[in-house]
């Protein structure tokens, strides 16, 4: 017997959010993970018992972030001056559902800026868990290609967002190459 839906949103409901956040941002992730346990919840009567669930609301929430850079793409760009994000003491739909909420806009700006398959394959792979063989499907790319993007994305992550943060704490790390001399 299938476990309730509550218990599904209860177990991966914090890592299709990290996924929603990776791929559209913190401002369009709680429309996405919404969107995301939306559709699960009217198809998971439907779900086969032996299913990847984690897998399964992850590709829901790929298609669900696709949606919502579309629907970006799509919107008028406003004029003037914006207001103020909400504080994270506001945002009490994420304490709900037991969702840290993450001031570190460095990263997501970082993350934002990589290619949508880079951003993909590291969120997949690195913040939900999931094998390359399954992320490569999700980017319409092959296994190798999947984890050959994930690559290039944490590398263009450590050059972007790593220096920022050396910068502020005033250490810098040196990567040791192996065969040289120490």
Request: net charge neutral; with cysteine; hydrophobic share 40%.
């Amino acid at each position: 017997m299938a476990q309730p839906f509550e218990q599904v949103l209860a177990e991966h409901g914090a890592v299709v959010m990290r996924v929603c956040r990776a791929l559209v941002g913190p401002d369009d992730a709680d429309d996405a993970w919404s969107e995301t346990f939306i559709a699960a919840l009217e198809a998971y009567p439907r779900l086969r018992p032996d299913s990847n669930v984690r897998g399964w609301l992850v590709t829901i929430a790929h298609r669900k972030a696709i949606d919502q850079l579309r629907a970006r793409a799509r919107r008028p760009t406003p004029a003037g001056d914006l207001p103020e994000r909400a504080a994270a003491a506001d945002r009490a739909d994420d304490l709900a559902v037991g969702l840290a909420v993450d001031r570190d806009t460095d990263l997501w700006d970082a993350l934002a800026a990589l290619p949508f398959k880079q951003r993909g394959a590291v969120a997949y792979h690195h913040l939900a868990g999931l094998p390359y063989a399954e992320v490569g499907p999700l980017l319409d790319s092959s296994e190798a290609a999947a984890r050959r993007s994930a690559a290039d994305g944490l590398a263009n992550l450590r050059q972007s967002y790593a220096p920022a943060t050396t910068r502020r704490t005033g250490t810098s790390r040196t990567p040791r190459r192996t065969g040289q001399p120490s």
